[in-house]
């Protein structure tokens, strides 16, 4: 009997086993047609004969994919089609709309490609389904055709409507990045306050076409957070205020100096403030200007920009075309301390000149040169490559109040200095300085307390006539404002020079 029962376990056991085995087999089996269809669509379609329609596209069929050499791509998916027999897909980057350029061409089996993604970037994306001849499928008459763009999603500000205005009403209270973008080749004014402050913006134009803002008598750009400004011209003979653009006059406690280890009634602003792909006709004082409260700035950027003043010093003595000098702050024992400055200052691919001589303003200017009365350490750095400077300033000096110590680090490659005087006082010695003395050219005929031509300089630079111009006067009168209608500002400051022919501003060398 006993033997019986073993024999009846036994023989149940096994056809549990076998029942297991088979259903693993059977999951088996159902996952790898399911992977089938996921890459090959018509592996179980019992879709023929048909017309097929190419796949619907949206804003979450695009996604940011970070490449092995650190570059990005953008990967773009879609639900199959059954039946179909792959897709063709093709982007452009329709920047300039009348002539866009090809960025992928190309058939896929699956149900998603990449492509290279590009900052601040409209791209045209379609993706057509394709026939299947043993299905006897036919392919969609028409592409999905997507509107995508890596910029901040946008308010467009009408032509016509003031800046100010629309802005100051339509800004909204979040903690994401907003953007306003003006209309290609529209002419706006500016004529009284933006404050942006503790949001952070994108104000930019066309990047093709780019639009003309007019700053009037009151008209300033101020903020306490990151700003982006691109793709603008701005005309500001008119504007009275100190600065183009400055941080905020009514900080908020959050941004208060001791929060972040610095002195009391000092403000940080943390953000990177960027110039980019801008030009600024008749500065009188300041592009920057730290404002009327004690602020440091961590990041402070010019690129790709024409910068060109009319200023003699008379309206603002201590101006800087980059500008940390103003109000102090205080130590927790009452001490009275100065204490603006800008941690990092980039100035890439850019023209800054003035029109006229000045024995008064610099080109960069600190309120003291020791980083630790305004930051959490000393360290800092100022970057300036590719880089033309005329007349920036004349008669004082590039800058002052560099940090003359090794944790400032100063890269001072491939920059035209014509007329700029007392370069050394930038490029000081105790600074950890990255330069080749053969890549930057300095000439000027002005003497000075260090000696005739600021002989200082020439430590840093190597001096050559990069314009052939007489004297002074001879530049001033060759120097004109920027014309804005034109893509150029109708300057052309190409350098004879042997080396001054081959650096500075690259718009310059073509």
Same mark, same amino acid.
């Given at each position: ?58 804003? @979450? ?11 990005? @791509? ?43 993604? =590009? ?28 509107? $995508? ?13 003031? *800046? ?20 290609? #080749?529209?002419?706006?004014?500016? /004529? ?31 903020? =306490? ?22 941080? +905020? ?16 009634? @000092? ?6 403030? *960027? ?6 006709? /008749? ?47 205080? $130590? ?11 941690? #990092? ?11 006229? +001589? ?11 040169? /020791? ?10 750095? =100022? ?128």
């Amino acid at each position: 009997m006993n033997k019986r029962l073993n024999r009846i376990k036994s023989l149940s056991c096994g056809r549990e086993v076998i029942k297991g085995i088979l259903f693993l087999m059977t999951v088996a089996l159902f996952v790898s047609c399911t992977k089938g269809f996921d890459g090959e669509e018509t592996f179980t379609s019992n879709v023929h004969d048909s017309q097929l329609a190419s796949p619907e596209l949206s804003k @979450s069929s695009f996604s940011s994919v970070v490449n092995a050499d650190g570059t990005e @791509s953008i990967r773009v998916t879609w639900d199959v089609v059954p039946g179909a027999g792959g897709y063709y897909c093709h982007v452009d980057n329709v920047d300039d709309p009348t002539n866009p350029v090809v960025v992928y061409d190309g058939t896929v089996d699956g149900v998603s490609f990449l492509f290279d993604k =590009a900052d601040d970037t409209k791209y045209s994306v379609s993706v057509k389904t394709l026939g299947n001849e043993k299905l006897n499928n036919t392919a969609a008459p028409d592409p999905t055709v997507y509107a $995508y763009s890596t910029m901040v999603e946008a308010q467009i500000i009408p032509v016509g409507t003031d *800046i100010a205005d629309f802005i100051n009403s339509h800004l909204i209270d979040t903690e994401d990045e907003q953007a306003f973008e003006l209309q290609a #080749n529209g002419n706006y004014t500016l /004529n009284s306050e933006v404050d942006f402050g503790t949001h952070k913006v994108t104000f930019r134009g066309d990047k093709i076409h780019r639009p003309i803002v007019t700053i009037g008598y009151d008209g300033v750009i101020r903020t =306490a957070a990151g700003l982006k400004i691109k793709w603008i011209k701005f005309d500001v003979t008119e504007q009275n205020s100190k600065g183009v653009v400055e941080c +905020s006059n009514n900080p908020p406690p959050s941004l208060e100096g001791p929060n972040f280890g610095m002195p009391d009634k @000092s403000y940080i602003l943390n953000d990177p403030l *960027i110039f980019e792909d801008c030009m600024f006709k /008749n500065v009188k004082m300041c592009l920057f200007y730290i404002g009327e409260k004690a602020w440091s700035a961590i990041d402070v950027r010019i690129v790709n920009c024409i910068v060109q003043l009319d200023n003699d010093g008379t309206k603002f003595g201590d101006a800087a075309v980059l500008c940390c000098y103003g109000q102090t702050c205080y $130590y927790k024992d009452g001490q009275s301390w100065g204490s603006s400055a800008i941690r #990092n200052v980039t100035i890439k691919n850019s023209t800054i000149y003035n029109l006229k +001589s000045n024995a008064k303003n610099r080109m960069i200017r600190f309120n003291r040169n /020791n980083f630790t009365s305004m930051f959490d350490s000393a360290t800092g750095s =100022a970057t300036l490559t590719d880089n033309t400077f005329i007349m920036t300033f004349s008669d004082k000096e590039f800058a002052n109040n560099t940090p003359n110590n090794a944790n400032y680090t100063i890269t001072f490659n491939n920059n035209v200095t014509y007329y700029c005087a007392r370069l050394q006082k930038f490029l000081q010695g105790n600074c950890t300085i990255i330069n080749s003395v053969d890549k930057n050219t300095s000439y000027t005929t002005i003497a000075s307390g260090d000696g005739a031509e600021f002989a200082n300089d020439f430590k840093f630079v190597t001096k050559e006539d990069a314009f052939g111009l007489a004297d002074v006067d001879a530049v001033k009168a060759w120097l004109k404002p920027l014309d804005l209608t034109k893509d150029d500002g109708g300057v052309n400051f190409k350098a004879k020079g042997a080396i001054s022919s081959t650096i500075g501003d690259p718009r310059w060398l073509q």
